[in-house]
């Protein structure tokens, strides 16, 4: 168990001159050119690319790069001046059988896709297609399938304007089977925070990050996932605030950081210490952790009313806003220390100090990210966070609140204009009025739904706007094996990837334009929009010379399929749209009114504009009219029980990816150099298990459903991590989840916290 009084070591601070070699070393191997350094400059600035990488807010008042290593290297990435051309198949020969024994980085080094291109069974090779006869294949052969058996899934890439059509396509083909990678990501949040305070999305906008007194983060690795955070959290501590970290791996950014944009913090190496305590909690124990802080506040409060003195509770707020809060408060007085610590593998006084810097705020942030969602009661992870904010009043005023960062740059927003499974999110009125199209009425299937149906036979076809599913989804094998029986798949990509080595009985791949390229519709160059993690939206321009003459839009390529799959219809203007995105900027203010007014003359606002959130202004669209007090079940969010041997195997990214898309080998902040093929233990559970540091070993799943899931040929390393909890990547590690380990509210995959058992590979 650990107090973690002291810091513990991790090598070298976030930001500073790493983050620069970072950028240099991604720069160098694409093969980019300068022109790119231009880019950068435009990031996150009105008028200029909203970042393709995380969904970061854009500050009002930006610096001169206003963009992160990683925004960067996801930039550079794209940007490189590598073609996957057809040539590649035709002349080079390679077949789609030999690629899947290439690596995840391999193929996107490969370069950018150029052409339309159609799965060959007989050569085993991709070959390209002029545009107007794959569309109308791909419309003819849909036509002959169920709408529900039919799946346009998206990941969170696409701008609105795109995602938009995407689901009205969807829907008037006749179904909701919108999934979106938010079910496998924060869909946690999306229905378990809806549940407790009746919003989907964060409720913190940025004056609030400049208010706060102190950040209690969870889950969320800032430092790798969404480094431009780390200058509000420098802010916070140069202003005298507080920061406490809940988190098995002691991730860098959230120790340390240099500003790689402060010219004398970088030539002194001057570091800001970030957490004031980080407490390295078992995968899966931040309920148990949460409890045992609101214990020490329930007995604090109870102190000062004996005593007299001001309260600790805001009671006034918890009257007036709040139900179940004397259950809640009955379960933190009864829950005993022992089985608090046992459970969070953290120690009495360590809770005890974490609970003394909150009392001691007025104005608090709670962070959290996939370390929270991705458990089987991910949701009630967050209920748990949420109590702990309304015992204060957290929630709904200024510098405090609630702060789920957000994974793709526009997967919060997609869901706004419309990509979501269930019906009751439709204004199934306004699209009827709008566009004479029925919303079927039944709900759709989000991923874990829809992958099952595969496995099941009973999905044909699967269009992807954007990701990488078959890499990205638990039971990655079984996947694979389901993917290739579909009548049909359609990936609109950018990049060559894992999900089309495995093609359907006929399968395209159909290139698309990047945020960053120009966008040019009949003369006119487009522009698009996005929605970041703080619900403000944004309007972005491409400049950059596309990567081909081949190459369509999202926007365009979604309209092209659906006039080649759907009946004509005068409300349908799909080539009107096509040539002007205001039009569906307009449309989609006419459907979503309160939240886009005035869209297209808002949209440059600099920082966005702000799509607004009742919970912000203490209005609460829950079930009961109020903030809802939810008393733990379990201490646990792991869905299993432990046993010997058992591990709870955490699935982790590095600094050097984004998703499925791995940039190169170092993840520089946990010293992992060269490889992924890891597997990080505690010493001590290497001990234990009668193992040593640098053998090779396999996990297996340790689940009770008859299948065998099985990771070979990965070196144990020792690592500072709680005992029982061990890590490896992802995706690697997919192969190792089973599609039933989800969140049970939401559905979102328990990447988080797999039972796992590690055995001696033999030499
Ligand atoms: N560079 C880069 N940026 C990205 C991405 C990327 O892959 N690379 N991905 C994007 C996407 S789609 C998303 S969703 C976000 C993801 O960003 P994050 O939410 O930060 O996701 P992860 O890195 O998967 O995990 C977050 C942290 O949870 C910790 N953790 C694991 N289990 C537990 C637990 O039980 N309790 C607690 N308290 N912590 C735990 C892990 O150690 C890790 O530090 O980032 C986005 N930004
Ligand atoms: N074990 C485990 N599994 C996980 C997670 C985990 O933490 N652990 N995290 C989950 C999370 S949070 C998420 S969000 C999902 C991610 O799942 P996905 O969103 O499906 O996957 P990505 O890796 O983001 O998709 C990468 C591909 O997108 C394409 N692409 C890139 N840019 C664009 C673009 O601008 N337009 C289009 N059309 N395509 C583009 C490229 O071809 C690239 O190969 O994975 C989930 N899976
Ligand atoms: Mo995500």
Known sequence: MTDNRDLPQAPGPAGGWGSMRGIVEIFGETWSTPASLASLRKLNKPRGVMCVSCAWPKPVNYSAFEFCENGAKAILWESTSQRCTPEFWEQNGHSVTELRAWRDHDLEMTGRLTHPLRFNHDTDRYEPVRWEDALSDIGARLRLLEPDSVVFYASGHAGLEASYLYALTARAFGTN???????????????????????????????????????????????????????????????????????????????????????????????????????????????????????????????????????????????????????????????????????????????????????????????????????????????????????????????????????HSNVQGQRTVGIAEKVHLIPVDRIKQLFDVDTPPKDGMAVVEAVKALFDGEVKAFISLGGNLVRAVPDQLRMEKAWTGQDLTVMISTKLNRSHLFPGRTA???????????????????????????????????????????????????????????????????????????????????????????????????????????????????????????????????????????????????????????????????????TRDVLLMNPDDIVEAGMTDGDTVRILTDASDGLDRCLNGLTLTAFNLPRGTVGGYYPECNVLMPLSHHDTLSGTPASKSIPVRVELEAN
């Open 177 to 407: 089977n919108l999934p979106q990678s938010s079910n496998m990501c924060h869909e946690t949040t999306s229905v378990g925070l809806t549940k407790v305070i009746g919003s989907p999305v964060g409720t913190v906008i940025w004056d609030d990050l400049e208010q706060a007194d102190a950040f209690f983060f969870f889950g969320q690795n800032p430092g790798s996932n969404s480094p431009r955070f780390l200058h509000p959290l420098k802010a916070c501590k140069d202003r005298g605030g507080k920061i406490v970290t809940f988190n098995p791996v002691v991730e860098q950014g959230l120790v340390s950081f240099v500003d790689p944009q402060n010219p004398v913090e970088m030539l002194t190496g001057k570091e800001t210490k970030i957490s004031d305590q980080y407490l390295q909690v078992k995968a899966g124990g931040d309920i148990a952790a949460i409890l045992g802080m609101c214990k020490c506040i329930v007995e604090a409060d109870d102190a000062a009313s004996a005593a007299g003195s001001p309260e600790i509770i805001d009671h006034l707020f918890v009257a007036q806003h709040t139900a179940g809060f004397d259950s809640f408060i009955e379960c933190c007085r009864e829950t005993p220390w022992l089985r608090i610590e046992q459970e969070s593998g953290l120690t009495e006084n360590a809770l005890r100090r974490a609970a003394q810097t909150y009392m001691d705020a007025d104005r608090v942030i709670g962070v959290y990210g996939m370390g929270l969602t991705q458990h089987v009661d991910g949701a009630m992870n967050i209920a748990m966070l949420v109590n702990f904010l309304l015992l204060r009043g957290n929630v709904g005023r200024p510098g405090a609140g609630l702060c789920p960062v957000r994974g």
């Open 508 to 674: 395209y791949i159909l290139p698309c334009l990047t945020r960053m390229e120009e966008d040019l519709q009949g003369g006119a160059a487009q522009a698009v929009t996005t929605e970041d993690s703080f619900s403000m939206i944004s309007g972005s321009v491409g400049f950059r010379k596309p990567a081909s003459e081949q190459l369509r839009s999202e926007l365009a390529i979604v309209a092209g399929i659906a006039k080649a799959t759907l009946p004509p219809s005068e409300k349908l203007k799909w080539n009107e749209w096509t040539a002007d995105y205001a039009k569906v900027r307009s449309l989609i203010e006419q459907t979503y009114p309160e939240d886009f007014r005035n869209f297209n003359a808002r949209m440059f606002e600099p920082g966005g504009f702000y799509r607004g959130n009742a919970a912000h202004e203490r209005i609460w669209k829950t079930d009961s009219g109020k903030a809802m007090f939810t008393t733990p079940d379990r201490l646990n969010a792991v869905g299993f029980n432990d046993a010997p041997g058992r591990f709870r195997l955490v699935t982790l990214r590095s600094n050097d990816q984004f998703n499925t898309t791995i940039y190169g080998y170092s993840d520089r902040f946990r010293g992992i150099e060269g």
